[in-house]
């Protein structure tokens, strides 16, 4: 069992800059990706960008992307999401996951096997 310890979040506003860090507990050395959703209100989980071990291959969605950075901590098995240039369209809650042992990245939900407890994070405009 993988446990994920979330760190970070926040309220800021538009045009500010969070940073969130994940790291993943004893158990985790199988993995080989792992990534961050966000869960904004009413909506369902969505995507937001992974990374893979030990390449360190990123992925974005679209929405995020050039403002949002992925980057991982190989010796302590942690990620981080730096996040600039906020709208407050990215006010969510945010979950960090690990995905299932022996698999390929993914960008569905069903694709991650472990997940964080979720921060918020709010942006007001």
């Known amino acids: 069992q993988v446990q994920l310890a979330e760190s970070g979040g926040g309220l800021v506003q538009a045009g500010g800059s969070l940073s969130l860090s994940c790291v993943a507990s004893?158990?985790?050395?199988?993995?080989?990706?792992m990534g961050w959703f966000r869960q904004p209100p009413g909506k369902e989980r969505e995507f937001v960008a992974a990374?893979?071990?030990?390449?360190?291959?990123?992925y974005y969605a679209d929405s995020v992307k050039g403002r949002f950075t992925i980057s991982k901590d190989n010796a302590k098995k942690r990620i981080s999401l730096q996040m600039n240039t906020m709208k407050p369209e990215d006010t969510a809650v945010y979950y960090c996951?690990?995905?299932?042992?022996?698999?390929?990245?993914?960008?569905?939900?069903?694709?991650?096997?472990?997940w964080g407890q979720g921060t918020q994070v709010s942006v007001s405009s």
């Open positions: 996951a690990s995905g299932w042992p022996g698999r390929t990245m993914s960008t569905l939900v069903k694709g991650y096997a472990y």
């Open positions: 990374i893979t071990w030990p390449v360190g291959t990123t």
């Open positions: 004893a158990g985790s050395n199988g993995i080989a990706y």
